[in-house]
């Protein structure tokens, strides 16, 4: 599913809920280390590597990466915490 900057998503396969912060337009040019993507317990596949990346700022805490095939949703607005967030987004 195509998101934008900003978008609040939810990832499919560990259920992430977050707002996009970053996308990239492979894996391959994501600045991500190539034994990163092998070190998934969730094996990513050629085309998966192909797809545009995501960075996404979790709800609470932390930061995921997934390609755009991997977000099921696009949610409205919610309440979004993360200490990061005025950092990336103008305060709500």
């Known amino acids: ?9 939810r990832t499919g396969k560990h259920g992430h809920r ?3 912060i970053i996308k990239h337009h492979n894996a391959f040019l994501s600045n991500t280390d190539e034994d990163w993507f092998k070190a998934q317990s969730i094996s990513i596949t050629e085309e998966e590597m192909k797809e545009p990346w995501y960075s996404i700022l979790c709800q609470g805490a932390g930061s995921v ?3 755009e095939s991997d977000i099921v949703e ?3 607005s919610y309440k979004f915490e993360n ?5 990336y987004f103008k305060p709500e």
């Open 1 to 9: 599913m195509k998101a934008y900057l900003g978008d609040f998503v």
């Open 18 to 20: 977050g707002r996009v």
């Open 65 to 67: 990466m997934v390609n």
């Open 74 to 76: 696009i949610m409205k």
């Open 83 to 87: 200490s990061y967030a005025d950092f």
